[in-house]
Structures are given as structure tokens and as C-alpha cells.
């Protein structure tokens, strides 16, 4: 998603039990809703919100970009910078793996802010691998930290039409305001891996997706991740708040290829095995 210019912007990442907006909107309240039918049961003792949440993180970049913890709320950080744009990240490996879609991933600095126990981690962010959108290339990239990550996803290896999945992002009450929050669908349709797609196939749903969810998980209900989000509902601003087109009812995912993803992080780790 791109953002807004921002100096001094304060945001609350509200994962976990701080997460919701500052103040409601439309958009959000469907969201919410969506979800609402599946607080249980739990995954590895948590909820499946607070599950996704740990696995899912932002990515930031932009000019003059400099971000930092807050000093008084540690699930709260503040930037600055100019040409700010945001996404979504899905951790998908222990040794530092993020998953995100190619357009989310801008010129400049990068940074990804998750969640790491009861605070939030802020790294610089190293792209590993990212596709060529304008030449209709997957949008995917792959982005690396260091030191490794607690929690990631493991990959569903079955799924179908009209199975409930779940996704993360922005919950916005402004362009300069949001929290974190999960939304619920169904898979509408899978696009297989063709001669002509080489790298994965496409999950469409119809998750009420927005900006800002590029690059965040698509998960079944078991908690296993069935691709990122790439695209949604398309989205207007009227006096401050976010509202959804009516008519865009299909949000998408990209699911790539595991063996091939498994290559790129492999050959990656090797090259950088001290990072």
C-alpha cells in the first residue's frame, strides 16, 4: 500500500490483545464481523487471531526513513520520513524469511516491525528476491532480517473451494491512523500453476481485503498459510475515513511454488549464513 507523507507519525501496531482501531469505521466494523463466528477453538493454546498476529508483521520504507520503538508503549513505534509506503510481511522461515507482495517493496531503506514477546522488533529488511511486476512478473518478493524469527508458518498442502480462510492487516480509521486486525472469507476459486506462471498459482476469496493487507497471510482455519494476499477491494478516502468500492467483491492471494521458494531461501542462506 503506499502511504502518505508522515513527520513524526506515531502509529499503534496493535498486535495481540491491543489490537482494534482507534476509532471505528465501516470498513473495519466488516471485517470484524467477518471473524466474528471464529474466536475457537485455540491453536498451540492461543486464538487463532493471536496466532496469525505473531506470524505477520509490517514492511515500511521510504525516503529519509529513520523508525524507532516508542519509549512509552512497547507495541508502539514512531517514523519519520517522506514518500512513506507500507505493506504487510508473513513470516515463513526460522532462519529470518518474510514473505510479501513485490509491490510493496519500494527504493529506500526497509524496515520490518513484528511482534517478538510482549514487544515489537524492528529490523532492517534485505530483499532476497523480488519479481518484476511491470513486466508481469508474480507479485512476490521474498525479504530477509537477522537473527531469526520465534514463530512462523507452515504451509497448508491441501485446501478447496469454500473453505474458510483468515487474513491480517491495517485496520484503518485515516490515512495516518490504524490498528492490526483479521478478517475471514472463503476461497472462491484457485488458479493452478500453469507453463506460463511458473513461479504459483492464485487463491482468490472473498475476504474483505484492503490496502495495506498486500503481503499479509491468507491462513485455513488450521492455522496453516495457503499464500499472501496481493490484491483486494479496491478503496476510496471520504473525509478521513477508508471505504470500500461496493462493487469489488473478489480479494486475491499468490501461493508460490514451495519447492521453488525453498531453492531461493536454501541458496540465499548459504551465501549469507553469518547474517
Known amino acids: 500500500m503506499k502511504g502518505q507523507s508522515a513527520i513524526g ?15 471505528p469505521d465501516t470498513a473495519s466494523e466488516e471485517r470484524a464481523a467477518s471473524f466474528a463466528a471464529y474466536i475457537e477453538p485455540p491453536i498451540d493454546g492461543l486464538s487463532i487471531r493471536d496466532f496469525i498476529l505473531l506470524r505477520t508483521g509490517i514492511v515500511m520504507g521510504g525516503e529519509d526513513l529513520s523508525i524507532g520503538l516508542s519509549h512509552n508503549d512497547p507495541a508502539t513505534f514512531e517514523y519519520k520520513g517522506t514518500k512513506l509506503w507500507i505493506g504487510s510481511v508473513t513470516a515463513i522461515d526460522r532462519r529470518g524469511y518474510f514473505l510479501t507482495a513485490a509491490h510493496c517493496v519500494g527504493a529506500g531503506k526497509i524496515y520490518l516491525v513484528f511482534k517478538q514477546g510482549a514487544r515489537l522488533r524492528i529490523e532492517p ?7 518484476d511486476v511491470s513486466r508481469n512478473g508474480p507479485d512476490i518478493a521474498v525479504l530477509r532480517v537477522s537473527g531469526g524469527l520465534a514463530r512462523v508458518f507452515e504451509w497448508a498442502d491441501k485446501f478447496k473451494v469454500d473453505d474458510v480462510v483468515f487474513g491480517a492487516g491495517p485496520n484503518f480509521t485515516s490515512t495516518r491512523n490504524f490498528g492490526y486486525g483479521v478478517f475471514a472469507g472463503k476461497i472462491a476459486n484457485v488458479t493452478a500453476q ?13 475476504g474483505p481485503a484492503r490496502p495495506g493487507d498486500s503481503g499479509g497471510p491468507l491462513v485455513s482455519e488450521n492455522g496453516r498459510l495457503l499464500g499472501v ?6 478503496m476510496f478516502e471520504i473525509g478521513g475515513h477508508i471505504v470500500p ?9 499468490y501461493r508460490p511454488d514451495l519447492r521453488w521458494l525453498t531453492q531461493i531461501m536454501d541458496d540465499d542462506f548459504a551465501r549469507h549464513v553469518l547474517d
Not at 529488511?125 to 519479481?131: A, E, I, K, T
Not at 500453469?194 to 472473498?206: E, K, Q, V
Not at 494476499?229 to 479496491?234: E, F, M, P
Request: aromatic residues 12%; hydrophobic residues 40%; glycine residues 14%.
Open 245 to 253: 468500492l461496493p462493487f469489488v467483491h473478489r480479494s486475491y492471494a
Open 9 to 23: 507519525l506515531s502509529l499503534a501496531f496493535a498486535f495481540l490483545l491491543n489490537g482494534g482501531c482507534v476509532r
Open 125 to 131: 529488511g534485505r530483499v532476497v528476491w523480488r519479481s
Open 229 to 234: 494476499n496481493t490484491g483486494g477491494l479496491a
Open 194 to 206: 500453469s507453463a506460463g506462471n511458473p513461479y504459483g498459482s492464485i487463491i482468490s476469496h472473498n
